[in-house]
């Protein structure tokens, strides 16, 4: 039987930062002449009765792995810390077998934890990033042993090369290898959304951690959300815009003024009636909220309309699927051009509903007021598009699809704009009593980092998002 053995070097490179804290630890060498064992949960060579742990746990690991979210649930709900009993080093799978505490087991592969090693000449721990090149990773690596902490809080692999990747228990259980499988707790809505729609506070949301992750996480569920209580003076939705995340530019600048002006760039700049809509298709890069803040009302009309893209995209595959195939076949050029201060022409191509690579629904781009004129499609089939366009609109206006309301004066409202359409009913100009909205758009990407942080900052659980 093959003994791994070690040897103790102290280097003083080899400190490690654990959560906050620094501590060191001994950079533990190996060396086939020591004769001093790792430790006594620690594998004394991969030709012992790994073989048999190997077998055993790649029967635990057989089926869907959906086995893994289990077992961090499991830890998680307990709110304990996971513990390492053991940890093995696997041969013939090419992995490292680590039994826990909860009596499950974890496989990690060789050349996942060489590339993930946590040592800080591999990763660098305030920079949360990788260090270490990917032009020097051996793919086919094996470690020579693995070692358990007296605790089980951590493991370290120890290499060919002398190298030793430490890593933390609770980093290792927090890692699931399988499909993509994000739950996502989407609500679909219709009319009935009125009666419950979410509203908060402005206050709250500005000063409570809590308030304000309900708020985002009513934002990506349900994807349109109600605030009250925002002072009615201009800059408030750069406020909460900035509390979230960031404001994200588009070809006006940050915010814009929703006025009737004298010389509109957009139709949104009359008193004219916007049919539902998604804002922005004429965007790559669309953006993926809508905050509308109301700072004064039209004294007539002028009510918002909501609709659920995605409720009614799959009603519209139901009812008459020709319709919804040509929506999602085709894809429609958007622009919007400005012929006063600035000068912009902004054009991109959508389909009207697109997919994620698991065959979900993923954004609706729906805009009939800055949709091309130019049809890249044969002459033949223009009619069949605009009779599925308006069997959609049909859809989307019928009263049990719409909520429709009408913002007061410290009102803002916030939708997902790739998934929830939205409108205004026309309104009258009356001079003295403008209507007069802000619109400021943010991104997804920003909504998302903000409620994983706050997820993490108020310690609860963010893994599927
Ligand atoms: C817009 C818009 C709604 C409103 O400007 O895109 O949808 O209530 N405005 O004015
Ligand atoms: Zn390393
Ligand atoms: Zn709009």
Redesign the pocket.
Known sequence: MLVLMLRVVDRSRSILKVSGGVRCIRNVRLSRKSTQMLSRTSLASRSNDGSNLCTQNQRAFSGDGLGLQSQFNQHAARGAKPLIKQAKICGSSKMVLVGWDDGTVSRYPFVWLRANCRCNTCWHHDAYGRISLMEDLDIDIEPTGVKVSTQGSEIEIHWPDNHLSPFEASLLKDVTFKEDVRKKNIRLWGSELLDELPTHQFDEIMSDDTKLLNFLEDLRDVGLTLMKGVPTETGNVEKIAERISYIKRVNNGYVLT?KSKANPSNI?DTGFK?GLHT?FSHHYHTAGITA?HCIQQSTIG?E?MFADGFKTALQLKEENPAAFQILCDFHCDFIQKNKHKTEFYTKCAWPTFSFDRHGNLAEVHYDHTSRDIRLRMPVEKVYQYFKAIKTYDDLIHRPENTVNFRMQPGDMVMVNNIRIL???KAFQVTEGAERH?E?AFLDWDGVYSRIRCLREKLGMPFHEY
């Open positions: 929703l949104a916007l804002d509308l002028g918002s939205h409108g205004r909205f619109i």
